[in-house]
């Protein structure tokens, strides 16, 4: 396997329509993304593949979609107002931004040399501050969300009066959140406006130790489900230092990206402090009544908070590869697991004329409403297997002058470059069964 670098994941992004710098024919925009063709496909599978795995697959979770913007005390309540703040320090001399836990302030500007050029630290509000209504007075202040979670503590009492549901059940949540990061780095792992997979787990004081350890084991299967190297994924123990003040306890899952290992997704025991912030900040009573015990208490929280776009980062980064073939060439090859790849199956004829084209072209329709579908007749057929490669599409179907005359095609696999032939009839169960047996290679 090549070496993975963050300049090969950028340039195959750009090339084959995964993600583009937004606003690019302006210069661009620093921490801004746009996701094209190849790339929405594949954020909207693995953000599909996560909703299932965490609501339809569990029956004690329900999901949400709350409202980006939200009412500023809902901030005050969390804390985000006072203390979602990063320490920021400015070079005098080139005016380079850093965060100033990141940097070593003893030593020169890392841009342009300079010593003793760094003003004093000072806090930074990450959170985007905007206005609602036609006047911008204090009283119009709102912020665009800098986590998905609050929306759901908010909502915690609609949820349980509005769903036959009780303590221990879960509410998930799937949106786009926004950071006013200090300084945004490594193409999409940090960037300004992202999106997050969140679930709280709320359950009865006293079993979130029970339910911590089970949802860190859910949380890594899931990774491994979706066919992730377990080699390039540890776990990591929040220290004393690096736990927050209402947290009991938190581990990240870590992946080894190009730039080394990062956090992938958190899973935290945040004991009762959101929901008594919030019972605290609004007045209005977020307690629960135990229909079994006649208990009244605030549940307790055991979160899973994924970042969806360090997902798509992180299926990109896994897959990526560069083999050499046996006629001595090096494809670029992505080892999407077949329920991510952005297309499922590409059908390419072998030639345009003699009807083929044509034939190939109708297959390709019949087989959109089984997969996620792509046609191809331009160039030697060589070539179009490797651009098909190179975004990861895990079956091509080859229709020859033999299809034409008993209704079979040639069915080629990514990994392994092996053909075999199917009968047209089959070819929707034999892909289904494929998509069973498959194994990174």
């Known amino acids: ?11 195959l992004c750009r090339r ?61 309540a969390s804390g985000h107002v006072s203390n979602f703040t990063d320490p920021m320090v400015d070079c005098k001399c080139c005016k380079s931004r850093f965060r100033a836990d990141q940097i070593d302030l003893a030593k020169p500007c890392p841009v342009c040399g300079n010593k003793d050029s760094f003003t004093a630290p000072r ?37 349980l009066q509005s769903s036959r549901v009780k303590v221990p059940f879960g509410i998930a949540q799937i949106g786009k959140s926004f950071r006013n990061e200090i300084t945004t780095k490594n193409f999409i792992f940090r960037s300004c406006e992202f999106e997050q997979m969140e679930m709280q787990f709320f ?11 089970y949802w860190r084991n859910e949380r890594m299967n899931y990774y491994h489900k979706m066919g992730i190297r377990p080699e390039s994924l540890r776990w990591h123990q929040h220290g004393p230092d690096e736990l927050a003040f209402y947290a009991k306890d938190a581990y990240d899952i ?32 977020m307690t629960y009544l135990d229909p079994e015990t006649n208990e009244r208490y605030i549940p307790y929280v055991v979160e899973t908070s994924a970042g969806l776009t360090r997902n798509v980062l992180m ?48 297959l390709e329709k019949d087989l959109r409403s089984s997969f996620p579908t792509f046609f191809d007749q331009s160039g030697a057929v060589g070539r179009r297997y490797r651009r098909m490669d190179e975004i990861g599409t895990p079956y091509c179907i080859t229709v020859d002058y033999q299809s034409l005359q008993d209704q079979t095609v040639t069915i080629r696999f990514r990994d392994s470059m092996k053909q075999e032939r199917v009968s047209v009839s089959q070819i929707v169960p034999f892909i289904h069964q494929a998509d069973m047996e498959y194994k990174r290679v």
């Open 203 to 213: 359950c009865r004081p006293g079993t979130e130790d029970e339910w911590f350890p």
């Open 315 to 362: 299926a990109l980064s896994d897959a990526y590869d560069e083999e050499q073939t046996p006629e001595g060439d090096v494809r670029t090859v992505l080892h999407f697991h077949p329920q991510i790849a952005p297309v499922k199956v590409a059908v390419l004829p072998l030639v345009k004329k003699d009807g083929l084209g044509e034939y190939a072209k109708n």
């Open 123 to 159: 806090n930074f509000n990450l959170m985007f501050q905007t206005h609602i209504g036609a006047n911008m007075d204090s009283a119009s202040v709102v912020y665009l969300r800098p986590e998905t979670a609050q929306g759901i503590y908010v909502d915690f009492k609609n949820v």
């Open 1 to 11: 396997m090549s070496e993975v670098t963050m300049d090969k994941i950028i340039s």
């Open 16 to 76: 084959r329509g995964f993600i583009f710098q937004s606003s690019e024919i302006y210069g661009g925009l620093n921490g801004a993304y746009d996701y094209g063709p190849m790339g929405v496909e594949l954020k909207n599978n693995i953000r599909d593949f996560w909703w299932k795995e965490m609501t339809r697959m569990h029956d004690d979770i329900v999901g949400l979609d709350a409202s980006i913007l939200m009412h500023p005390r809902v901030w005050e």
């Open 254 to 285: 870590q992946f080894l990206f190009p730039m080394g290992w990062q956090e992938l997704e958190g899973v935290h025991s945040r004991t009762d402090y959101d929901l008594t912030q919030h019972q605290k900040f609004s007045g209005k009573d």
